[in-house]
């Protein structure tokens, strides 16, 4: 029997190539061995970076560009995405208030605001969407999701009734917040949070003392924005009645997490998930006699939710066998073999400067794509 059916779902190879790209790849390395066999492409992501990519692509939607206000208040053009079926947009907060919008050397979470992932949000409502799609991760902020609300609306204000300035650092000035111009969208529209982290708002393990120093702070700004974000959280129960303090997930992206929880409809989920459901990827691993998958880097991190990982978990629940090809192969990659994935493959032929091998990505995932099918076959021929 021949291989007759293909499921290509890999992530992007960062700074070489997008997800489509890598199933393009794959495809034509197979071809070689298989060339009358059916291809699918899923390109995939974990919530992060390219999600949004691979959302559209994988939907034949449409990707969107918007001039919206940077972490430092300057304009930055952000993208976000419209899915094929026109009621579902995508959209990644890095994209309008990420930390790589931000010199090393100006990066100030007392400062940095969420403002333009609320300016995106805003995009989207007025397209019509029913329902956005949207991941937190990479945020140069710490403001609790009030610049994103403002960006809707939301007024925060300290006990003279003035508008505090955008960031972390004036939340400990917070005295009331005036609702009433918040968009009404916001309450007839699903929002999906791409979330992986479980970091609650505030402590040890909340926003401001695991992720601020990453985005500049110093040991005495930690204390500031945490105090600050408490805060914030009381002031929020006492004034709205909502609760998120303690709530897993709230603490992501600068509290962007409690933000989206406290101003729209939104529910946190893993990243995996969300691609996984709103590629239909389940649906079209039944038909497949093997599964591909692969990422820039595969090791013992891969099982904490990064895609190789989920989509094994996906095949393996229709009893499909799944190989994986990565740019990078780490320590500990033993452990994946009990989650799903039957074989994992490096792409890198031998020594070479990054830079050529971030540009040789396409041919090299190609060449191991051809000799993967070439082990498949001789392997049924001694079947």
């Not at 003392?209 to 805060?231: C, E, I, R, S, Y």
């Not at 994946?336 to 041919?363: K, M, Q, R, T, W």
Request: proline fraction near 4%; hydrophobic fraction near 40%.
């Amino acid at each position: 029997m021949q291989y007759k059916n293909f499921v290509l779902a890999p992530d992007s190879f960062k700074e070489s190539m997008t997800a489509k790209e890598v199933c393009v790849a794959m495809e034509k390395g197979l071809r070689k061995v298989y060339p009358e066999a059916n291809y699918i492409h899923v390109p995939m992501a974990d919530g992060g970076e390219g999600t949004v990519q691979s959302l559209v692509d994988a939907s034949d939607g449409q990707l969107l560009y918007a001039e919206v206000t940077g972490p430092l208040g300057q304009m930055v053009t952000a993208s976000y995405g419209i899915m094929g079926d026109g009621t579902t947009a995508a959209v990644e907060m890095a994209s309008a208030s990420g930390i790589h919008l931000v010199e090393k050397s100006a990066r100030n979470p007392l400062i940095t605001t969420t403002y333009g992932t609320g300016e995106l949000i805003r995009e989207c409502l007025e397209r019509g969407v029913r329902k956005i799609i949207i991941g937190i991760g990479g945020s140069a902020t710490n403001d609790g999701g009030t610049g994103m609300a403002a960006a809707l609306g939301a007024r925060f204000l300290d006990a003279a009734g003035e508008e505090l300035p955008w960031g972390g650092g004036s939340l400990g000035r917070l005295s009331s917040i005036d609702l009433t111009g918040l968009d009404p969208r916001l309450q007839e529209v699903q929002l999906i949070v791409a979330c992986d982290v479980t970091n609650p708002l505030c402590g040890p393990t909340g926003a401001s003392v695991v992720f601020g120093p990453q985005k500049g702070a110093t040991p005495d700004m930690v204390q500031q924005l945490d105090a600050n974000l408490a805060h914030y959280a009381e002031v929020v129960n006492r004034k709205l009645g909502k609760n998120v303090l303690d709530v897993p997930g709230a603490g992501a992206a600068g509290g962007l997490g409690a933000g989206l929880l406290i101003f729209t409809q939104a529910v946190l989920q893993k990243g995996i998930d969300i691609v996984i459901e709103y590629t239909g990827l389940s649906d079209k691993i039944a038909t497949a006699d093997v599964v591909f998958t692969g990422e820039g880097g595969i090791d013992f991190q891969t099982k904490f939710g990064k895609t190789p990982y989920g989509v094994a978990r996906a095949a393996k629940a229709k009893g499909k066998r799944v190989i994986a090809l990565a740019g990078y192969v780490g320590a500990g990659i033993e452990t994946l073999y009990n989650e799903g994935i039957d074989a994992i493959f490096g792409i890198v032929p031998g020594a070479s400067a990054l830079e050529h091998l971030l540009a040789e990505g396409p041919e090299n995932v190609e060449r191991t794509a051809e000799n993967i099918a070439r082990v498949l076959q001789f392997g049924k021929s001694l079947c």
